[in-house]
């Protein structure tokens, strides 16, 4: 299930008994320090798996990626070493609530080229002047220097004030040709992790590919 060691441990312990308070997390050192045999609960406990789920992503989120590797390496299948996806995993820790939708999410920064979501093509590839507005943004983050979070954002948004368009006109369409997806963790997060070389070489893919992904 991707469900986190620490996380079911919480779970478990939490069913027939409670620390006090509204406190629903809490490691197993702590439960050792301050367990009272007085505070187990004699109702029937109710297992709860929506609960299960949300406390496995509150442990994702408070994890390093350094500690959430040994558990999400099994679900990455040929697992890259966790120096190469350190970013990525702390990018995107706290957009799932299993291991395996980390993985997944994880998936366009392990892979050489992206596929695009049908959907997100059509919501986000049928404007005609994409194509003209990837060009565009492609020279301008080729010159980006640094290629970081802020001067990323920076020129993607000076360029659609000169443009005279909303920056959401670029951002989409960035978003679509760097992870395939409609949906994704801060853009700009997304290309300083990826780096240059990557987000530009998936630019040219997309919009080499356009001609074929707009509508007739």
Do not use: C
């Not at 919480?10 to 629903?24: V, Y």
């Amino acid at each position: 299930m991707g469900i986190l060691p620490a996380a079911l441990f919480n779970f478990l312990m939490l069913l027939g008994w409670s620390p006090g308070g509204d406190r629903e997390l809490i490691t197993r050192e702590e439960a050792q320090r301050i367990f009272d045999l007085s505070d187990v609960n004699k109702s029937p406990a109710v297992f709860d798996p929506e609960k299960l789920l949300w406390m496995n992503g509150q442990y994702l989120m408070r994890l390093t990626a350094e500690e959430i590797y040994p558990h999400l390496a099994p679900f990455l299948g040929q697992a890259p070493p966790l120096a190469s996806i350190r970013d990525a995993i702390e990018l995107n820790k706290g957009r799932g609530r299993t291991l395996r939708e980390l993985a997944a999410n994880l998936q366009p920064f392990l892979t050489s080229s992206v596929e695009y979501e049908p959907d997100a093509v059509k919501k986000h590839a049928k404007d005609s002047e994409v194509a003209v507005r990837m060009r565009e943004l492609r020279e301008v983050l080729s010159a980006a220097e640094p290629f970081d979070v802020a001067t990323t954002e920076r020129v993607l948004r000076e360029l659609a004030e000169r443009r005279g368009v909303s920056a959401a006109k670029y951002i989409h369409p960035l978003r679509l040709a760097l992870t395939g997806r409609g949906a994704s963790p801060p853009i700009f997060d997304v290309a300083a992790v990826l780096g240059r070389d990557r987000a530009l070489q998936r630019l040219d893919r997309f919009i080499e590919r356009l001609p074929e992904l707009m509508p007739a």
